[in-house]
């Protein structure tokens, strides 16, 4: 049967104080909405429709650059009136539809995939889980499983508020009756809004049973504040860094480790404490990031060490077996293998050959003030420590650049440049600089 999902994305998400909009905030570096997506994806959804605010220009661009047809509510009068919305984009939509709300990041596919198979059986699903927490309304069951009623938080006595099952937000129905239960819900209730928890009410005035599925409240939880945000990621890097771990990666302190929705780690790479990934980091086995270095955009070759305190940016690749140490920032810059720039350097714009040796403190020039320009080094080249490399500027295979020098002209391969001022010495100056200040203090 085919499957479409309904994301509502809508609120004002005003409990968040944010001028960007609620499902737009990140969790391990992906919007809140693109998790939700995901799952819808991942559970065979062929059609998503995210349904947004009038003003949600951003939410729409980037639930259509993901793939999902939008859907807009002109007025947030409530969750069942915004999924009522999706009919104009699934109004001839033959097949089973689950509603959803767009601020779960932690919604997983199999869940989704659950109330599928509940909705096929029993007409109906909801999903639920257990929590004392005030934020969620109460799923009252009438013969287990089946669903008598959801009654919101502010709208419940004091029986219903101490069941501790709770509505995660994910509704499976079949697609023509949903809108039809749709149309009919009323806005009788403290909010004076439609809710989208009365729909079973009026599916089973048809006669159709709701069958409550089950789910772990860690992956259920809505974000409202900045502080559930802050308990989502928390939860999203318990998950990843799970992940990991059961992938065969190895890390010290995974605790400390902070992980990217899309970051990928090869079995045995090797991950000391502290070490932060920005989006797109591929580590390779046998590779290591040692510990306070942060990621971003790169790929690390098979065995080589990264760190600790190092910095690598986007469009950077360390070559297999390379050394990156401490305080090496690299930026879109490709470094060979078996290449060691060990201390204190900036690589920028810049490809380096294999084997080759960048001293602490040299410093690729990229940046004129207006463009950016490439430094090549070639393959076993000794870069000096203290150099300057004023790019656009090559240096051949094998050459040496003396310490402290500044590199303004092609260097040929096996060739020694230096640019340094030459050395000179004043013999005995020291001992005359020192008698002559002694005379001076004593004078005072
Ligand atoms: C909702 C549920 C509650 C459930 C909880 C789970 C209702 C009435 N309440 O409460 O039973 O336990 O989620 O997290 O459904 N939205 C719109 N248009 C609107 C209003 C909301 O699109 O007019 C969207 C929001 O953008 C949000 C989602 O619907 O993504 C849920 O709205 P929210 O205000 O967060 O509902 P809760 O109070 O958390
Ligand atoms: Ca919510």
């Given at each position: 049967m085919a499957r479409a999902a309904v994301i509502l994305?809508?609120?004002?998400?005003?409990?968040?104080?944010?001028?960007?909009?609620?499902?737009?905030h990140m969790v391990a570096g992906l919007p809140i909405l693109g998790h939700v997506i995901a799952a819808a994806r991942g559970a065979g959804c062929s059609v998503i429709v995210v349904v947004t605010a009038p003003d949600g220009d951003e939410v729409r661009a980037y639930a259509q650059a993901q793939g999902a047809e939008t859907a807009i509510q002109d007025r947030q009068l409530g969750t069942g009136h915004a999924a009522r919305c999706a009919h104009t984009v699934l109004g001839t939509f033959d097949g089973q539809v689950v509603v959803m709300y767009g601020d779960m990041p932690l919604v997983l596919p199999g869940t989704l995939e659950a109330s599928f198979a509940a909705q096929e059986t029993s007409g109906m699903a909801i999903v639920a889980f257990r929590s004392a927490s005030t934020a969620y309304g109460r799923v009252i069951v009438?013969?287990?499983?089946?669903?008598?009623r959801i009654v919101e938080y502010r709208d419940a006595n004091e029986a219903e508020r101490r069941v501790d099952l709770c509505n995660a937000g994910i509704m499976a129905a079949d697609a023509k009756s949903f809108f039809r239960w749709a149309a009919g819900l009323k806005d009788g209730n403290a909010q004076k809004e439609f809710y989208l928890t009365d729909i079973p009410a009026l599916a089973k005035e048809e006669g159709v049973r709701c069958c409550v599925v089950l789910a772990q409240e860690s992956d259920m939880m809505g974000v409202n504040s900045r502080a559930e945000l802050a308990e989502a990621e928390r939860e999203m890097q318990k998950r990843l860094r799970a992940a990991a771990l059961a992938g065969g990666v190895g890390m010290t302190a995974p605790e400390t480790v902070y992980l990217s929705h899309d970051t990928v780690l090869e079995a045995d790479a090797q991950i000391g404490p502290y070490v932060v990934f920005g989006s797109a980091v591929h580590v390779r086995s046998g590779a290591e990031i040692k510990a306070f270095s942060h990621l971003e955009g790169a790929e690390v070759m098979r065995d080589a060490v990264v760190g600790p305190h190092a910095r690598l940016r986007p469009g950077t690749v360390i070559g297999e077996g390379a050394h990156i140490g401490n305080f090496v920032e690299v930026k879109n810059s490709r470094i060979g293998n078996?290449?060691?720039?060990?201390?204190?350097a900036y690589l920028g714009d810049a490809e380096v050959g294999d084997g080759a040796n960048i001293g602490a403190g040299?410093?690729?020039?990229?940046?004129d003030g207006f463009d950016k320009h490439r430094t090549t080094i070639g393959a076993g080249a000794f870069i000096g420590s203290d150099t300057a490399l004023v790019a656009p500027v090559t240096v051949g295979d094998g050459a040496y650049v003396g310490a402290g020098s500044v590199i303004t002209k092609p260097v040929p391969a096996d060739a020694l440049a230096v640019t340094r001022a030459e050395q000179k010495e004043v013999a005995g100056w020291a001992e005359k600089f020192r008698t002559r200040k002694k005379a001076g203090k004593a004078k005072k």
């Open positions: 994305a809508a609120g004002m998400g005003t409990r968040m104080k944010s001028a960007r909009p609620k499902v737009m009438a013969h287990e499983p089946f669903l008598d078996g290449t060691k720039a060990n201390h204190l040299t410093i690729t020039c990229n940046y």
